[in-house]
């Protein structure tokens, strides 16, 4: 039996010994392997934590994807400054946000700033009462109380006209909705559901059948809609009008293939022409840029969301790999102002007698992002084609690019006027 015991504890000590050669042996790739295992544990540890934020800088924007074809990922909408956010995850440049239990979205890290009030999100935030009323300042206003600012976004609905809130975050306590029925102008009815247990969607329908804009934001404890009464008279002398000469200073834009023409200069042709015959027509003109300035679009809309046109048109010169592309084309995002760029193409190709490019819609170009106020991107001819080319420097065709224009905005506003009220 000694003997035994003995023999087993020798082979035990021989096997301690292999094992322990291997381990010294094999120590590097060891602990190589371990550092990776604690690095997976950390960053699975990592993306299971979240930290708060507030939206902060120039027009901050969700992204519905990290999409990154020329125009970006297709926008889900912009917020207002200080709003909350739920940051679960990010990459170089963006941050993926929590917007609800089964909502997400992507934001640009440059418009977050940290909040380190973490336990904000171990309560419910509530969307309490409302308040709706029309003024003589040309808009109704809809004030909703809130606990805190949360995330949302906005969409415009037609037949019928309405705008479509999706408040994330939040669970309703609306117990009443004021109206003021004797002053409201162009809100007909606001409601709401619980649609999921922290999403509540407001819908607002209006009683005309054109939407002309609407501005989103919040106000201390209250989130805040003012809505645009649809203007009284057709006349232009009753319009505020805004023209953008796409590019300039140091963003030249396309350049023609054979005369060599830049894009830049020939916007503000365009645009200054454009800027006098509605002048002429009885107009308030605003323009975003009056000579070869430099000037960001961000920074263009923001300008343009503080003078509050009626209606803006932004003004480019497309060019394509396809030397036959031609035609004029029109851009809008929202379904809701998609008259404006419609009316605009149909009257500058009758004016040309051109055929179209064609009407874009959702289209994810910044000055088409504005809710504020009705807005159409007008592609007045590709430099790329040599036949549209020449077309674009020649005189007799600039006035009647012009003129389809003005013809454009006139219909569209004649038309969303005279359309009966529901």
């Given at each position: 039996m000694q003997q035994n015991n003995l023999y087993k504890h020798k082979i035990s000590r021989i096997d301690e010994n292999k094992l322990f050669n291997c381990i010294k042996i094999s120590r590097i790739p060891f602990l190589l392997l371990a550092f990776i295992l604690f690095q997976q544990i950390s960053f699975a540890q990592q993306n299971k934590s979240w930290r708060s934020g507030r939206t902060t800088g120039k027009f901050p924007q969700l992204a519905y994807s990290l999409g990154n074809d020329r125009l970006g990922s297709a926008m889900m909408g912009y917020l207002d400054t200080d709003v909350l956010l739920k940051i679960t995850d990010s990459t170089r440049n963006y941050y993926q946000v929590q917007l609800s239990a089964n909502h997400s979205a992507w934001i640009d890290k440059g418009n977050v700033k940290p909040d380190a009030r973490v336990n904000k999100f171990n309560k419910p935030f509530l969307l309490n009462n409302w308040i709706a009323s029309g003024g003589n300042d040309g808009y109704d206003t809809l004030i909703m109380f809130m606990d805190e600012k949360l995330p949302y976004k906005s969409r415009m609905e037609i037949n019928p006209a309405r705008i479509v809130i999706t408040l994330f975050g939040a669970q309703s306590n609306t117990n009443f909705i004021m109206q003021h029925i004797n002053t409201l102008?162009?809100?007909?009815?606001?409601?709401?559901?619980?649609t999921e247990d922290d999403v509540v969607e407001i819908t607002i329908e209006l009683q005309h059948t054109q939407h002309w804009g609407y501005t989103l934001n919040y106000h201390d404890d209250t989130?805040?809609?003012?809505?645009?009464?649809?203007?009284?008279?057709?006349?232009?002398?009753?319009?505020?009008?805004?023209?953008?000469?796409?590019?300039?200073?140091?963003?030249?834009?396309?350049?023609?293939?054979?005369?060599?023409?830049?894009?830049?200069?020939?916007?503000?042709?365009?645009?200054?022409?454009?800027?006098?015959?509605?002048?002429?027509?009885?107009?308030?003109?605003?323009?975003?840029?009056?000579?070869?300035?430099?000037?960001?679009?961000?920074?263009?809309?923001?300008?343009?969301?503080?003078q509050q046109p009626d209606i803006l048109i932004s003004l480019h010169l497309n060019s394509a790999d396809n030397r036959a592309a031609q035609g004029t084309g029109t851009f809008y995002k929202y379904l809701g102002f998609r008259n404006l760029s419609k009316f605009i193409l149909e009257q500058v190709c009758i004016a040309t007698q051109r055929n179209e490019y064609g009407n874009v819609g959702n289209f994810n170009?910044?000055?088409?992002?504005?809710?504020?106020?009705?807005?159409?991107?007008?592609?007045?001819?590709?430099?790329?084609?040599?036949?549209?080319?020449?077309?674009?420097?020649?005189?007799?065709f600039q006035n009647q690019v012009v003129q389809g224009i003005i013809n454009g905005i006139r219909e569209f506003i004649q038309k969303g006027i005279a359309e009966n009220p529901y």
């Open positions: 102008q162009e809100i007909a009815n606001a409601d709401f559901e619980q989130l805040m809609l003012l809505v645009k009464q649809a203007p009284k008279k057709t006349a232009l002398s009753n319009f505020k009008i805004a023209i953008d000469a796409g590019h300039g200073g140091s963003n030249p834009g396309s350049r023609g293939n054979n005369t060599g023409i830049l894009e830049k200069t020939y916007t503000l042709i365009y645009a200054q022409k454009l800027a006098q015959a509605l002048v002429d027509s009885g107009a308030q003109v605003i323009m975003t840029r009056i000579s070869d300035a430099s000037f960001d679009n961000t920074d263009r809309v923001l300008f343009l969301q503080q170009f910044i000055l088409n992002a504005p809710t504020d106020f009705p807005n159409a991107l007008v592609e007045i001819g590709f430099l790329s084609n040599k036949e549209e080319e020449q077309k674009i420097i020649n005189t007799g």
